[in-house]
């Protein structure tokens, strides 16, 4: 009897990769849901721990720029300005380390099967949203505390949480390629994601930047994020300026177009480096 063998390969052109992604899709859930059971089950705090780093982040800010500093929060209380800032950065921080460490950390999974490996560094994100979702829950907490109503620019939330997630992709896939051939970038990430919270306009509004470094500093591209979700919930008026928001997206795009294909190029040679 004459036996059928399968090869399984890549898909060579960019249309059959691409098909290879989608048909992977139950893959993608399977990873998605394996991150979240280990992140949340049979841990103390895990599940305490999504709201208390924001949580604390947003005291320590609060003392330091809206008490001593006396920094201005126009109408909106100073714990709501900076946790409001705080779901976007944690969400992209969080995400850029998670995904960063995504295909080392799948070595076994990369070293013996055939998928399109783009797959894990967006399947890490989505922890990375399970507490972005816990810490927007206690926003609204939070709002009803300081009894701050959502103004109807809430409709462009889905946006500038569209773009926190297409930045944090980007960014994560040029990491996630580069951690595998080059190791100390585990240590690099870290660094980026904390020296990224000072100099973003999490502790204080971006009404405080001279007019004459706006453009500059716009050049960082969670500015544009940041001041978006600040105006889409709490509508602050003071701190946005359209002129970020199209500034971040052609670099987001560019970041995450990039990503992708540096990303697809070096995944052939993964399982080679790992």
């Not at 998605?32 to 895990?46: L, N």
């Not at 103004?151 to 944090?168: K, S, Y």
């Not at 996630?176 to 919270?197: E, T, W």
């Not at 987001?252 to 697809?264: D, S, W």
Request: net charge positive.
């Amino acid at each position: 009897m004459a036996t059928t063998r399968i090869v399984i390969e890549a898909g060579k052109t960019e249309k059959q990769y691409w098909q290879d992604v989608l048909h992977y899709r139950e893959l993608f859930y399977v990873l998605a849901w394996r991150d979240i059971q280990v992140r949340y089950k049979q841990t103390v705090i895990g599940f305490t721990w999504s709201l208390l780093r924001p949580l604390l982040t947003m005291i320590v800010f609060t003392i330091v720029f809206g008490k001593f500093a006396k920094l201005p929060s126009g109408n909106v209380p100073y714990p709501i300005l900076v946790f409001v800032a705080l779901l976007p950065w944690q969400f992209f921080s969080n995400a850029l380390m998670e995904s960063s460490a995504s295909v080392v950390s799948n070595a076994n999974l990369v070293s013996k099967i055939y998928f399109p490996r783009l797959i894990i560094p967006a399947s890490a994100i989505v922890v990375s949203f399970v507490d972005f979702a816990i810490s927007f829950v206690f926003l609204l907490l939070l709002m009803v505390w300081y009894n701050v109503v959502p103004h109807w620019q809430i409709v462009f939330l889905p946006l500038f949480i569209f773009l926190t997630f297409c930045a944090a992709m980007g960014a994560g896939l040029w990491f996630a390629a580069l951690n595998v051939k080059y190791r100390d970038i585990k240590y690099v990430v870290p660094f980026i994601a904390q020296f990224g919270l000072y100099v973003s306009p999490v502790g204080f509004s971006s009404a405080i930047v001279p007019e004459k470094w706006r453009l500059l500093y716009s050049i960082n591209p969670m500015v544009g994020i940041i001041e978006g979700f600040r105006w889409s919930i709490v509508g602050d008026q003071a701190s946005f300026v359209i002129s970020s928001v199209l500034i971040s997206i052609p670099i987001i795009a560019f970041l995450l177009i990039t990503g992708i294909r540096y990303f697809r190029s070096t995944e052939l040679n993964f399982a080679d480096e790992i």
